[in-house]
């Protein structure tokens, strides 16, 4: 019994201490951005989602969802968006990794992994217009005193028909927010086989 007992607090540790590993790669990983041409400055690439993802297929959605949290908190002392953005990459890193991993629990294969990657991408990207036009958006006008016609001018500048938020949003940040995922679900697959036995381990 003691043995079992044993085993099983050095499984829990194991896997906050993966949690928490995770959580700080994933918050440097917010700092390598990448401008995207076809995009608004202000929109960038970047992979932090890759950690989340790693953990959800581990140890599941809610191990993935506290890896996006944390990352956010940890990131907040070193924010220059008073805090909004932070608040829009938990929102939408939960709307990825949470379905994602609800799906990959329920058969555990290598086919489900790459189709739960790819519909939380997709269910990533279409949270993404009522997030950003409902509460980011709105919060960087009313915070930021960022001026809605900027905002607006800024994607007008790629594309003149993009006139008003909800056209710009689903014009732009939904394809971007899908491919974003697809893209660190792709670069999760390729790195989880060789992690998996390290997070696994008992």
């Known amino acids: 019994m003691a043995k079992k007992t044993t085993s099983k607090n050095s499984v829990k540790i194991r896997r906050m201490t993966s949690v928490a590993v995770m959580s700080a790669v994933a918050m440097v990983l917010q700092f390598i951005e990448v401008s995207i041409p076809i995009m608004p400055s202000f929109i960038k690439l970047d992979f932090s989602d890759i950690p989340e993802l790693v ?35 938990f929102l939408l890193g939960c709307c990825f990794v949470i379905p994602a991993g609800l799906i990959y629990k329920k058969h555990k294969t290598k086919k489900t992994a790459f189709i739960a990657s790819a519909l939380g991408a997709l269910i990533m990207g279409i949270c993404s217009i009522p997030i950003n ?3 980011i958006y709105p919060l960087y006008i009313k915070v930021l005193g960022l001026p809605y016609e900027a905002i607006i001018g800024m994607y007008q500048v790629l594309l003149p028909a993009a006139d008003n938020l909800l056209k710009a949003l689903l014009i732009f940040n939904l394809p ?27």
């Open 55 to 89: 953990i959800t297929f581990a140890y599941g959605p809610l191990a993935g969802a506290l890896v996006c949290l944390l990352k956010n908190i940890i990131h907040l002392p070193l924010s220059g968006s008073a805090f909004i953005g932070e608040l829009s990459n």
């Open 133 to 135: 036009y409902f509460l």
């Open 176 to 202: 971007f927010t899908v491919v974003k995922g697809l893209i660190d679900a792709a670069v999760t697959f390729l790195i989880y086989k060789r992690l998996s036995p390290i997070l696994k381990k008992s």
